[in-house]
DNA sequence: ATGCGGACCTGTTAGC
DNA sequence: TGCTAACAGGTCCGCA
C-alpha cells in the first residue's frame, strides 16, 4: 500500500504529534501485541524494552520508519496493506488491528494489517547498519540520487527500466505508482533496458522521481482504496495521477489510449505514443 | 552478479 | 446475479 510519501507522511505526523509535540517527548506505558505473526515474527521483547523509555525521533529509510528511543530503535514497514494510526479515544480493536504502543498520556499508537505484509523489528545498534537496511541505495530526494548517479548504477544492467526503478539497492523507496508515474514524466518506455539509456535520460527520469516523490509529499500522499495516515487522512495525489490505474483512459498528453503490461508481476501503464 | 519466479496474506473487483 | 480468477500500494529468498 503506502510508497515512499505515503511513509513519509505518516512519518512527519507522527514526528509533530508525538516527537515535536509541547508537553514534551512522550513516554511509552505499554505495548500490546495482539497478533505476532507478521512478515516476520513480532519481537515480543518490544513488551519489555519499550515500556518506560522516551520516543526521541521518528525517522525514514526508504520506506521503513525507524522510531528512535532512548534504548534501542524499533523499525516498522507498512508492507502493502499496514497503516499507523495514533489514536486518543479508547476503541476496542478491530479485525487485523495486531498491535498497540500505549503512551503515558493516554494516546497510543496502533498497528492494523489486513495482509499481514508488514514488520517490526528491534535494534540496540545503528539500525542503518541492519540488515534489511544496509544495501539499500541513495534517498531518491537527496542530492546524491541524481543523473550521474544513476547512470552509473544502471550500467550493465538489461532489464527493463521499470523493474529497475522498483530495485531499493538502484534507489530506494521507489514503488510501482512513482515507478510509472515518473516514467511517463520522462518520455521513457518502461521496458526500455536500463543499461541503453542516455546520460541526459537519467537527468530527466532523476529529476521526474524527484518531482513526482516531492508533489506526493505535499499532498499526503496516494490513496488507491484504503491508505490512511496517522491521523486518518486520505492522500491527495490520487487525482493528479497521469498514468497508473489508467489503461484504457486517454493519455493526459497526446490522447492515445494508456496500454498496460504485466512486467515481474506488476503492472505497467505507459503511454506507446509519448514513452519510447 | 543479475534476473526471475515463488513466497508470504486478505480483500475487492473484473470478467465470464 | 453469482461464482471464480485476477489483482492490489512490497520485498525477501533461493535458484538458474
Known amino acids: 500500500m503506502p510508497e515512499l510519501p505515503e511513509v513519509e507522511t505518516v512519518r512527519s505526523e507522527l514526528a509533530r504529534d508525538?516527537?515535536?509535540?509541547?508537553?514534551?517527548?512522550?513516554?511509552?506505558?505499554?505495548?500490546?501485541?495482539?497478533?505476532?505473526?507478521?512478515?516476520?515474527?513480532?519481537?515480543r521483547e518490544l513488551a519489555q524494552v519499550l515500556p518506560g523509555t522516551f520516543l526521541r525521533e521518528v525517522q525514514r529509510r526508504s520506506k521503513y520508519l525507524l522510531f528512535c528511543y532512548d534504548s534501542g530503535t524499533m523499525i516498522?514497514?507498512?508492507g502493502m496493506?499496514?497503516?499507523?494510526?495514533?489514536?486518543?479515544?479508547?476503541?476496542?480493536?478491530?479485525?487485523?488491528?495486531?498491535?498497540d504502543i500505549l503512551f503515558a498520556d493516554g494516546r497510543y499508537l496502533r498497528y492494523h494489517d489486513p495482509r499481514r505484509f508488514g514488520s517490526f523489528h528491534w535494534t540496540t545498534s545503528d539500525p542503518l547498519?541492519?540488515?534489511l537496511l544496509r544495501h539499500l541505495g541513495p534517498e531518491p530526494l537527496q542530492d546524491g540520487f541524481n543523473g550521474r548517479y544513476l547512470k552509473a548504477a544502471l550500467r550493465g544492467r538489461r532489464a527493463a527500466i521499470k523493474q529497475l526503478l522498483l530495485d531499493a539497492r538502484i534507489v530506494a523507496g521507489v514503488g510501482n505508482i512513482y515507478a510509472n508515474e515518473?516514467?511517463?514524466?520522462s518520455g521513457i518506455h518502461p521496458l526500455r533496458s536500463g543499461t541503453k539509456i542516455s546520460l541526459a535520460r537519467?537527468?530527466?527520469?532523476?529529476?521526474?522521481?524527484?518531482?513526482v516523490l516531492a508533489k506526493s509529499i505535499a499532498d499526503g500522499g496516494t490513496t488507491l482504496r484504503d491508505y490512511v495516515s496517522s491521523s486518518g487522512r486520505a492522500g491527495e495525489f490520487r487525482r493528479r495521477l497521469q498514468v497508473y490505474d489508467g489503461h484504457?483512459?486517454?493519455?493526459?498528453?497526446?490522447?492515445?489510449?494508456?496500454?498496460?503490461?504485466?512486467?515481474?508481476?506488476?503492472?505497467?501503464?505507459?503511454?506507446?505514443?509519448?514513452?519510447?
Do not use: M
Open 76 to 78: 516498522v514497514h507498512l
Open 248 to 276: 484504457g483512459k486517454p493519455c493526459p498528453a497526446c490522447g492515445s489510449k494508456i496500454n498496460r503490461v504485466i512486467t515481474n508481476g506488476r503492472s505497467t501503464f505507459y503511454c506507446p505514443a509519448c514513452q519510447r
Open 18 to 43: 508525538l516527537v515535536e509535540s509541547p508537553e514534551g517527548q512522550i513516554l511509552v506505558s505499554k505495548v500490546v501485541i495482539r497478533n505476532d505473526r507478521l512478515r516476520w515474527p513480532v519481537p
Open 129 to 131: 547498519q541492519h540488515k
Open 81 to 99: 496493506s499496514g497503516s499507523l494510526r495514533l489514536l486518543r479515544e479508547d476503541e476496542p480493536p478491530r479485525t487485523h488491528d495486531h498491535l
Open 182 to 185: 515518473a516514467l511517463f514524466s
Open 202 to 211: 537519467c537527468e530527466r527520469l532523476a529529476a521526474a522521481i524527484k518531482a
